[in-house]
C-alpha cells in the first residue's frame, strides 16, 4: 500500500480510498453506494480496574468547535487512528478490558485469508416534531426499533442483541456515568395485555404504553471519546454499542456508511428519540442537513435532552437486492453552541458513521470481519 504507516498521507489515502463509491446510475432513485471497506481487527487485550461509575450523566454535549474549526483540523495519522478506534469493553459485573486494534486495507481476494444556559433553542422556530401515538405505529417498523436507555438517553436497535447509543449516555470521558454497571434498555409496549385501557375499551384517548427492560450485557466505549473529550476530537467519537443479554425479538435497522449530505433523499435525515420535554412520548422528527464534515453532520432538527444517542437514518435503493432500505448512518449527539467570532452559535450534531466506524461497530456486532465487508 502506498503511504508509510504514521504518516498522515497514509491515512488520507486509506480514507479516500474506502470512501471510493461505484459508479452506479442514480438519476432516479436515490441508492446506496457501495464502498470498499477497511478492517478493523483487535490486537491485544488487557484487564483495567474497576471503573467508580460516579459520573453524573450527561444528555447533550457542547464544544468551541464549530463546521469550519472540524474543517481545518488535519487527518488523524494512521496511529492516531488506531488509538481512537481502540476501545474500552465494560462487563455487567463491574470489570472493564481495553482492546487496541489494527487497521487494513484488504485488497480484492484478500477477503478469506484470515454547558450554556440557553437550552430551549434547541427548538428551531415551529415545533416541527411529531410524538408517535399507539402501538399500531409504536410498535412497528422504523419506530420500534427506538429504545429508551434507563441513564436517560435514547439508543437504536441495530441487531438482535445489540443498541447503538451516544458514548456521552454512558461515559463522560473520564469514567463511567452512575447506573451503567446496571444498565437497562427499554422496550415501549401496551400497557394493557389487550391493548385497551383498564376502564373504558372505546376510550379516544391514546392506549397507555409502558417500558419493558433488558439488562446490558457489556458495552463497547471506542478510546476516541475517552482520549478525547478533553478536546474537539471527542465529538467524533461520540457512539457506544450495547449488547443485551438476551435477545430483543423484534426487528432491526441495519448501520451503513453515512453518504455525502448531496446523496441524501432531499438532502434530508430522520430519527426518533425520548426527547424529555415529552415524558414516555416517542419523538419523530427530520430535517435538512446543513453542514457536514467527515465525521459529523449539523442540522437543525428540532431535539430536546433525551433525544441523544437516537440513530439518524435515511431510506435509500439498494442496488444488488432491488429493494428501498433504511439504514442508520449516524448517531445523534445532540445539541451544541459552539463559539463563532464570539458570538454564540447553536447546532445539533450527529455523528457520521464513516468507513472505519462501520468497520469497528460492525467487528462490535459480528465477530468477524468477514461480514463487515458490504457498509
Not at 17 to 28: D, K, L, M, R
Not at 235 to 253: C, I, Q
Not at 255 to 273: D, E, N, T, W, Y
Not at 290 to 312: F, I, K, M, R
Request: proline letters at 6%; hydrophobic letters at 30%.
Amino acid at each position: 500500500m502506498a503511504g508509510t504507516p504514521g504518516h498522515p498521507i497514509f491515512l488520507l489515502l486509506l480514507l479516500r480510498a474506502v470512501g471510493q463509491v461505484s459508479p452506479y446510475s442514480t438519476h432516479w432513485k436515490p441508492t446506496w453506494p457501495a464502498y470498499r471497506l477497511p478492517v478493523v481487527l483487535p490486537q491485544s487485550t488487557f484487564n483495567l480496574a474497576k471503573p467508580d461509575f460516579g459520573a453524573e450523566a450527561k444528555l447533550e454535549v457542547s464544544s468551541s468547535c464549530g463546521p469550519q474549526c472540524h474543517k481545518g483540523t488535519p487527518l488523524p495519522t494512521y496511529e492516531e487512528a488506531k488509538q481512537y478506534l481502540s476501545y474500552e469493553t465494560l462487563y455487567a459485573n463491574g470489570s472493564r478490558t481495553e482492546t487496541q486494534v489494527g487497521i487494513y486495507v484488504l485488497r480484492s481476494g484478500e477477503e478469506q485469508s484470515s454547558g450554556k444556559s440557553r437550552r430551549k433553542r434547541q427548538i428551531y422556530g415551529y415545533d416541527s416534531r411529531f410524538s408517535i401515538f399507539g402501538k399500531d405505529f409504536l410498535l412497528n417498523y422504523p419506530f420500534s426499533t427506538s429504545v429508551k436507555l434507563s441513564t436517560g438517553c435514547t439508543g437504536t436497535l441495530v441487531a438482535e442483541k445489540h443498541v447503538l447509543t451516544a458514548a456521552h449516555c454512558i461515559h463522560d470521558g473520564k469514567t463511567y456515568v452512575k447506573g451503567t454497571q446496571k444498565l437497562r434498555v427499554g422496550f415501549l409496549k401496551p400497557k394493557f395485555k389487550d391493548g385497551r385501557g383498564a376502564n373504558d375499551s372505546h376510550s379516544a384517548l391514546p392506549e397507555k404504553m409502558k417500558f419493558q427492560w433488558i439488562r446490558v450485557k457489556r458495552t463497547h466505549v471506542p478510546k476516541g471519546w475517552i482520549k478525547g473529550n478533553a478536546n474537539d476530537i471527542g465529538m467524533d467519537y461520540d457512539y457506544a454499542l450495547l449488547e443485551l443479554k438476551k435477545p430483543h425479538k423484534r426487528k432491526f435497522m441495519k448501520i451503513g456508511v453515512s453518504p455525502p449530505a448531496k446523496q441524501l433523499p432531499g438532502g434530508r435525515i430522520h430519527f426518533s428519540g425520548y426527547d424529555n420535554d415529552r415524558p414516555g412520548n416517542l419523538v419523530y422528527r427530520f430535517c435538512d442537513v446543513q453542514d457536514e464534515t467527515y465525521d459529523l453532520l449539523y442540522q437543525q432538527c428540532d431535539a430536546q435532552p433525551g433525544a441523544s444517542g437516537s440513530g439518524v437514518y435515511v431510506r435509500m435503493w439498494k442496488r444488488q437486492q432491488q429493494k428501498w432500505e433504511r439504514k442508520i448512518i449516524g448517531i445523534f449527539s445532540g445539541h451544541q453552541w459552539v463559539d463563532v467570532n464570539g458570538s454564540p452559535q447553536d447546532f445539533n450534531v450527529a455523528v457520521r458513521i464513516t468507513p472505519l466506524k462501520y468497520a469497528q461497530i460492525c467487528y462490535w456486532i459480528k465477530g468477524n470481519y468477514v461480514d463487515c465487508r458490504e457498509g
